[in-house]
């Protein structure tokens, strides 16, 4: 699945004072149509898109569907298939922030009344980057509740989670072949010196939380403690282990310059650019949960010699080649995202209007030179990759083919196969 997405994010900075909305700052709810044709040119089938949850969710129960009902009509006819992203690292107001414990009902019952409308749609991340929204909101201070502290993340992460475990259970009930498609930010933290070396494991350990508790996998001894000092509860952890949906899943994960870290003595980190890079870090996740593998995230700025983010392009996919070498089934690639994105250098902490030049296209809709190469990559490799898969193949029903017998069967063999699933227990590591 060659892909590429247009960002819905929406957190809120100075004190929930101001909305960071990416989809207004690119210029995307006047230029939607044009954007999607900017899809099609590319030759490209599947899209990470959404309505923004602010302007669609407005109260319990109550939503405002026109926007989505124009866009996922216009996708639906050029067939396009959405990757629906319901939910990137914000709320709407009357939900305040991922500190309301009503985040996980209300999402769940919006994912299921999105499911509802449009039946037609089968792949989700229900929920983006649940530890990235988590941690910015409320361990760095940046978003939304703008927390320090470790209890207001434990919080956040319990509340994320279980919206998107919610969110999944009530779209299968719609969608029983539905196939979710986590965009998680896959991280690693080097140790700088030896004193280093504690600090580092503790934050390589926390970077698996998210998914871990998605996923049903019984956390890390150190982890468990940890989330038990704050605050979340034997109940609350035992949610997540009795209502696994990793059958349903594909691993998704994002990858760029800014991932890997370095760690020193007295705890604080910088960034220490790519040292293990995309293939190994996947290694650890894909050894952790065992799921077919998708590179749903990946960007580079333009640079002065306008070749910066072909190379990272090339860099990434040979990244890509080699897992499915290694046997690591591997099943899509991003471009994220299709035009420049706004105020990112600054990771939306602050609403300066800077056009960060990481799209496939300018904010003119310009084409850059890694959208050129992106749409020959995809040209040369679409016809080549199948006959050299390891017979791994996602059931996708594109939306032409939606109301077709044989997707109603499909529909009916994945309802009855839920059925007889047994309970899936965690797996027996410590916690």
Same mark, same amino acid.
Request: one cysteine or more; proline letters at 6%; glycine letters at 6%.
């Given at each position: 699945?060659?892909?590429?997405? =247009?960002?819905?994010?929406?957190?809120?900075?100075?004190?929930?004072?101001?909305?960071?909305?990416?989809?207004?700052?690119?210029?995307?709810?006047?230029?939607?149509?044009?954007?999607?044709?900017?899809?099609?040119?590319?030759?490209? @089938?599947?899209?990470?898109?959404?309505?923004?949850?602010?302007?669609?969710?407005?109260?319990?129960?109550?939503?405002?569907?026109?926007?989505?009902? =124009?866009?996922?009509?216009?996708?639906?006819?050029?067939?396009?298939?959405?990757?629906?992203?319901?939910?990137?690292?914000?709320?709407?107001?009357? +939900?305040?922030? #991922?500190?309301?414990?009503?985040?996980? /009902?209300?999402?769940?019952?919006?994912?299921?009344?999105?499911?509802?409308?449009?039946?037609?749609?089968?792949?989700? &991340?229900? $929920?983006?980057?649940?530890?990235?929204?988590?941690?910015?909101?409320?361990?760095?201070?940046?978003?939304?509740?703008? +927390?320090?502290?470790?209890?207001? #993340?434990? /919080?956040?992460?319990?509340?994320?989670?279980?919206?998107?475990? +919610?969110?999944?259970?009530?779209?299968?009930?719609?969608?029983?072949?539905?196939?979710?498609?986590?965009?998680?930010?896959?991280?690693?933290?080097?140790?700088?010196?030896?004193?280093?070396?504690?600090?580092?494991? $503790?934050?390589?350990?926390?970077?698996? %939380?998210?998914?871990?508790?998605?996923?049903?996998?019984?956390?890390?001894?150190?982890?468990?403690?940890?989330?038990?000092?704050?605050?979340?509860?034997?109940?609350?952890?035992?949610? #997540?282990?009795?209502?696994?949906?990793?059958?349903?899943?594909?691993?998704?994960?994002?990858?760029?310059?800014?991932?890997?870290?370095?760690?020193?003595?007295?705890?604080?980190?910088?960034?220490?650019?790519?040292? #293990?890079?995309?293939?190994?870090?996947?290694?650890?996740?894909?050894?952790?949960?065992?799921?077919?593998?998708?590179? &749903?995230?990946?960007?580079?700025?333009?640079?002065?010699?306008?070749?910066?983010?072909? @190379?990272?392009?090339?860099?990434?996919?040979?990244?890509?080649?080699?897992?499915?070498?290694?046997?690591?089934?591997?099943?899509?690639? &991003?471009?994220?995202?299709?035009?420049?994105?706004?105020?990112?250098?600054?990771?939306?902490?602050?609403?300066?209007?800077?056009?960060?030049? %990481?799209? +496939?296209?300018?904010?003119?809709?310009?084409?850059?030179?890694?959208?050129?190469?992106?749409?020959?990559?995809?040209?040369?490799?679409?016809?080549?990759?199948?006959?050299?898969?390891?017979?791994?193949?996602?059931? =996708?029903?594109?939306?032409?083919?939606?109301?077709?017998?044989? !997707?109603?069967?499909?529909?009916?063999?994945? !309802?009855?196969?839920?059925? @007889?699933?047994?309970?899936?227990?965690?797996?027996?590591?410590?916690?």
């Amino acid at each position: 699945m060659f892909a590429t997405g =247009i960002e819905n994010s929406i957190p809120t900075i100075n004190n929930g004072r101001t909305r960071i909305d990416q989809m207004e700052s690119c210029g995307h709810y006047e230029r939607w149509r044009e954007d999607f044709d900017l899809v099609q040119d590319l030759g490209i @089938q599947y899209l990470r898109y959404g309505p923004p949850i602010h302007r669609t969710l407005l109260g319990p129960g109550k939503y405002d569907w026109e926007f989505a009902d =124009i866009t996922l009509a216009d996708l639906k006819r050029r067939d396009i298939v959405p990757i629906v992203d319901l939910c990137h690292f914000g709320v709407p107001d009357w +939900l305040g922030n #991922f500190q309301n414990p009503d985040f996980s /009902t209300q999402f769940a019952n919006y994912a299921g009344a999105f499911a509802d409308r449009y039946p037609w749609v089968q792949l989700y &991340t229900p $929920v983006n980057e649940m530890f990235i929204c988590a941690i910015f909101s409320a361990k760095y201070g940046w978003w939304n509740e703008q +927390l320090k502290t470790d209890r207001g #993340f434990v /919080t956040a992460l319990k509340h994320i989670v279980k919206g998107n475990v +919610l969110g999944m259970i009530e779209i299968l009930k719609r969608r029983p072949d539905a196939i979710f498609i986590q965009s998680e930010s896959s991280e690693y933290f080097h140790a700088d010196s030896p004193a280093a070396i504690g600090p580092a494991e $503790v934050m390589n350990s926390r970077r698996f %939380l998210s998914l871990d508790l998605n996923y049903g996998r019984r956390v890390d001894s150190e982890m468990y403690e940890y989330l038990m000092d704050n605050g979340m509860t034997k109940e609350e952890y035992h949610f #997540f282990l009795h209502n696994r949906m990793k059958q349903h899943c594909i691993l998704g994960n994002d990858y760029y310059m800014t991932n890997e870290h370095r760690v020193f003595a007295d705890g604080h980190t910088t960034s220490s650019g790519e040292v #293990f890079g995309y293939t190994e870090i996947t290694r650890q996740y894909y050894n952790r949960y065992r799921l077919p593998v998708m590179h &749903t995230e990946t960007n580079l700025r333009e640079g002065p010699k306008g070749d910066e983010a072909v @190379q990272w392009l090339w860099k990434e996919w040979a990244s890509v080649l080699r897992l499915r070498n290694v046997g690591i089934p591997t099943v899509g690639f &991003t471009w994220y995202s299709l035009t420049d994105q706004v105020d990112w250098d600054t990771a939306l902490r602050e609403q300066n209007g800077n056009v960060n030049p %990481l799209g +496939l296209y300018d904010l003119d809709r310009n084409i850059r030179p890694v959208g050129r190469a992106y749409k020959k990559l995809i040209q040369d490799w679409r016809e080549v990759l199948p006959a050299s898969s390891m017979c791994l193949a996602v059931p =996708i029903v594109p939306p032409s083919q939606s109301a077709r017998v044989h !997707a109603f069967h499909q529909q009916a063999a994945a !309802a009855n196969m839920n059925e @007889q699933l047994p309970a899936q227990p965690a797996n027996p590591e410590v916690g």
